[in-house]
């Protein structure tokens, strides 16, 4: 395993072997090194999935000597790899799996990436394409699939459709589970687009996805045959919101969506953006319009720190949110608070537990989803949230190996600029 100097002789390398700006490199000699890293990109992933997959047989063998249930054993371990990683615990669970797959039942394919001849996620395309089969079957896959991966100029949906192919032969049934599983996984997800907009996906069975679009699309011809000037796919998406939420032209359904932005923005035309729960940033025009178009509209008074701009407190008034506090902690975090999670909050915590002396107050509420809450509360986990005097947030989390994670609650639209708060301090001192 490379030491700390080792690794920081290699980050000093790669950082060599990247820099271009002297003119000494040939347009040839360019190319060459960009290949050089994307194979070392390869190698640290396959090393990344070893070490992974090592691990868990490691924490397997500790637990089950301390007695921990089969069931119980390595669990909230996607979430260290997350923290390690900087990515979320759905992603961390991710590579746990592919690192697990990969070193036990698909040699050829982690030998590729192992050699740099293959991409991190081509082996995941393997992984995926070839999770419903046996053992047995899986490697029978992996050995017909070798010749493939490299050298046959195919790009990845080639690979993984050839995985998929070879998978359906030898185990006609894997199809059946394979829908049966997906049947299972079907949901509707919401993430944002460029330019204020939004990607609104169902994630549904072929037969209900396709009955969705055709009425859509009837309903659009319908409705251009009389005249409408919409485009055809304008329709379509204004019959979607209309359809989904009771909606017509002339009176709205109630819903309520929380937006944060500062008094100047709404009533002074200042262009400080404003945060929409759920989404994200959004201009303060914008911001306005979605007020001014509103059938009605709720005011509720956000107090912050006047220094570092923190929510700290809010109007005691409420409309649908029985328990302030709560509330309060969603615009607080939006998010969950466990670094590198992105997944909205659905559980508000305790960082420190009641039975432990905590609170059920402002300065100890955490915003979390559900995940991660239930994650948080195993044994080896600790979370400390600390509420600074400016009402700023930290929430510190230390896993079971001992290492060290911190997240900052976001700052709320007008929150001052930290280093020019200091500027305006040192000019009125």
């Known amino acids: 395993m490379p030491t700390a100097p080792q ?46 997959a090592h691990l868990y047989a490691a924490r397997q063998r500790r637990e089950a000597a301390e007695k ?15 923290l390690a990683r900087r990515v979320s615990p759905h992603q961390g669970n991710r590579h746990l799996g592919v690192a697990l797959a990969l070193t036990r039942e698909l040699p050829q394919t982690f030998a590729a ?6 991409s991190e996620w081509r082996a995941t395309l393997v992984v995926r ?41 030898l185990d006609p049934g894997s199809a059946i589970r394979r829908v049966r599983g997906a049947n299972a996984d079907r949901h509707v997800s919401l993430r944002p687009a460029p330019d204020t907009m939004t990607y609104l996906t169902g994630f549904l069975p072929v037969a209900q996805g396709v009955a969705c679009k ?40 109630p819903v ?14 200042s262009n400080e953006p404003a ?16 007020v001014a178009e509103a059938d009605q509209a709720w005011l509720r008074r956000l107090y912050t720190h006047p ?14 949110f029985r328990d302030g506090i709560r509330h309060q902690a969603v615009l607080t975090w939006d998010t969950c608070a466990i670094p590198g999670c992105d997944a909205p909050v659905r559980h508000i915590d305790h960082p420190t537990p009641v039975k432990g002396g905590g609170t059920t107050s402002s300065d100890n509420a955490a915003g979390l989803c559900e995940a991660c809450n239930y994650t948080k509360d195993l044994p080896g986990w600790t979370a400390i949230l600390h509420t600074w005097s400016d009402g700023g947030k930290v929430l510190h989390l230390v896993s079971p190996t001992g290492h060290r994670h911190r997240s900052r609650a976001p700052d709320p639209p007008g929150a001052p600029d930290p280093v020019n708060e200091r500027v305006r301090r040192l000019l009125s001192a």
């Open 256 to 269: 309520e969506v929380n937006l944060v932005m500062t008094d100047k923005a709404l009533f002074a035309g």
């Open 307 to 320: 220094d570092s701009g923190a929510l700290v407190a809010m109007d005691s008034r409420r409309r649908c």
């Open 129 to 169: 394409e070839t999770a419903v089969l046996s053992a047995e079957h899986r490697l029978e896959v992996d050995r017909q699939l070798a010749r493939h991966l490299t050298g046959s100029g195919w790009g990845d949906r080639q690979v993984a459709n050839e995985a998929r192919r070879i998978g359906y032969r």
């Open 68 to 82: 921990v249930p089969a069931k119980k054993r390595c669990a909230g371990l996607g979430t260290e790899i997350a």
């Open 7 to 52: 690794l920081q002789h290699l980050q000093q390398w790669v950082l060599r072997a990247g820099r271009v700006g002297d003119g000494k490199l040939s347009e040839a000699q360019v190319i060459d090194r960009i290949r050089a890293l994307e194979e070392l990109k390869a190698v640290a992933a396959a090393e990344q999935a070893r070490l992974t």
């Open 275 to 290: 945060h929409l729960v759920g989404y994200g940033t959004i201009p303060a025009e914008i911001a306005c319009r979605l």
């Open 214 to 253: 055709v009425a859509l699309m009837r309903h659009a011809d319908s409705l251009k045959a009389q005249g409408d000037q919409r485009s055809r796919a304008q329709i379509v998406a204004d019959t979607l919101v209309e359809r989904l939420t009771g909606q017509a032209k002339a009176t709205g359904t």
């Open 113 to 118: 990436l192992s050699a740099g001849e293959i």
